[in-house]
């Protein structure tokens, strides 16, 4: 029997008794007021700013709430604002807050806290430093009025304000917002929906997120949609149940002791879609498996090294390993740096992914670029459903041309803390790790994390590329869209030369769900709105 056929038939066969430990009562007692979901990772991190997890954006739009928000499609409208002006000469723009905001302490919330909130996230958000870059005053002109004087016009700040997909905008209360941006907050005091109650959360445990009755909804004519319009809680408690285990986490479902699973394990898909009391929901927001490289310690600041394992990665391989052949309709390849179908997607140099793949030509390029028998370290999540498969696959191929590679077994939460050291990997630091970018974060090269070239001040990895820094300027100084999609085929080309990180193939992330579930937000777990019939 293979590895896929033995997971099928222990998802069918679990025994349910051995969910006691995660579950105390049926997800549907109590009139559906509480929600049962179990999240693709654990919950260690409570700021949203501080961190670009994706768990950690999920629990922050759950807690916190932003001045604009997207639509399905990706259109910016405000959300805690009530609306803007804009002067003439495009240099001053007045933004006026919703009335009735508050936190969750019960305090207003104030001009003054998304003043400190903004400063604070566009001191580690690649969108809003660039934002923060053109401003010459942020001011509070009264309680529920922010006031931006720019040095040269910024037609997207709504959208930067909006900022979905990395670190996110978050508005806390001036206090708070006050912290370092090189430290975490502890507290977990946001205007959102829900309130974290963190007196309840066991972390590699449990997380519970409470109905926060101070919440005001906008009074929008259309319809909630993605991070735009009202958002309603229709459940009283948001309960997380952190179980990595795909298989117990899949019997789970199936017996009704919870109500969602965020990341179905590609083993269980087959599974769960022949079970008509679940349905399964691919995720709009696409993302993209990429291994990311220390640029600060041997072998990989050799970017002759880096550029010879392009020939040695296949995509498709990658995907199919990792999500199953059979779940093609899941994942895609050949894709580059940006995100396929958006405006600045482009083909340009897309034949060095989809050419046939040398082994034998990557090994003798990296012998000759010097590599010297370097141990390769590779962070290894294995919590995590398709970082831990896919990252032993990219790991089998560093392998196969010849690097000295050892793999390092931990959860993802010490990942996230193992990941910002900058030492050699014999002293706490590391070489190679897999993650995934959101697709609405490879929209364009400003919030795209992984195309800073900014040194120290870049994404973890921290590579220098002056070449993708100019052109990352000219995009932003581009006169019109047909400018800078010429300059993103530009990007690419240069990063095909840098290599700040090599894509490994995009996915949707598929959510399973018992099908008394509705109104589901399409592009992320969002849980306002969400709602159960019956």
Known sequence: MNRRDFLKLA????????????????????GKKELRYIPEADLNILDPVWSTSTIVQVYGHLVFDTLYGFDKDYNVHPQMAEGHAISDDKLQWTIKLRDGLQ??????????????????????????????????????????????????????????LATSGSNMPAIMPERIANTSPTEQIRESIGSGP????KDQWVSGSKA????????????????PTYTAGPK???????????????????????????????????????????????????????????MRFNHLQPPFNNPAIRRALLKAFDQKAIMAGTFGEENKEFWQSGVGFFSPDSPMATDVGLDVFTSPRD??????????????????????PVDYPWTHPCTLLAADT?????????????????????RLSKEPSDKGGWNVFLTALSGMSNFNP???????????????????????????????????????????????????????????????????????????????PLFFTMTAKG
């Open 103 to 160: 936190f969750h302490d019960g305090k207003p919330v104030l001009a003054k806290d998304c003043v400190a909130s903004i400063n604070r996230w566009g001191k580690r958000d690649f969108m809003g430093a660039a934002l923060l870059g053109v401003v010459d005053t942020m001011t509070a002109v009264d309680d529920r009025t922010l006031q931006f004087k720019l040095k040269k016009p910024f037609p997207l700040l709504p959208m930067t």
């Open 194 to 197: 829900y309130r974290f109650a």
């Open 359 to 380: 082994i034998k030509k990557a090994a003798e390029e990296i012998k000759a670029a010097g590599y010297n028998g370097e141990r390769v370290v590779v962070l290894d």
């Open 446 to 524: 400003v919030g795209h994390i992984g195309l800073r070239g900014n040194g120290n001040e870049a994404w973890v990895g921290w590579p220098t590329a002056p070449r993708l820094e100019e052109l990352r300027q000219q995009w932003l100084d581009a006169p019109d869209e047909a400018t800078q999609k010429k300059i993103c085929e530009e990007i690419q080309k240069q990063a095909l030369i840098d290599v700040p990180y090599i894509p490994l193939g995009g996915f949707a992330t598929v959510s399973g769900y018992r099908s008394n579930i509705t109104d589901i937000q399409l592009q992320r």
């Open 208 to 223: 519970v997120f409470e109905k926060f009755a101070g919440y005001k909804p906008r009074s929008d004519a259309f319809p």
């Open 232 to 290: 309603i809680a229709h459940f009283e408690r948001i309960v997380w149940n952190i179980i990595p285990d795909a298989s117990t986490a899949a019997a789970a479902l199936q017996a009704g002791e919870i109500d969602m699973i965020e990341m179905v394990g590609a083993d269980f898909l087959p599974v769960l879609k022949a079970d008509p009391n679940i349905k399964l929901l691919p995720r709009t927001t696409p993302n993209f498996a990429v």
């Open 11 to 30: 998802a069918r066969s679990a025994v349910f008794t051995q969910l006691a430990p995660f579950f105390t009562a049926p997800a549907y007692a109590a």
């Open 398 to 418: 560093l392998k196969q041309v010849g690097l000295n590679v050892d793999i390092q077994a931990m959860d993802w939460g010490t990942l996230m803390q193992r």
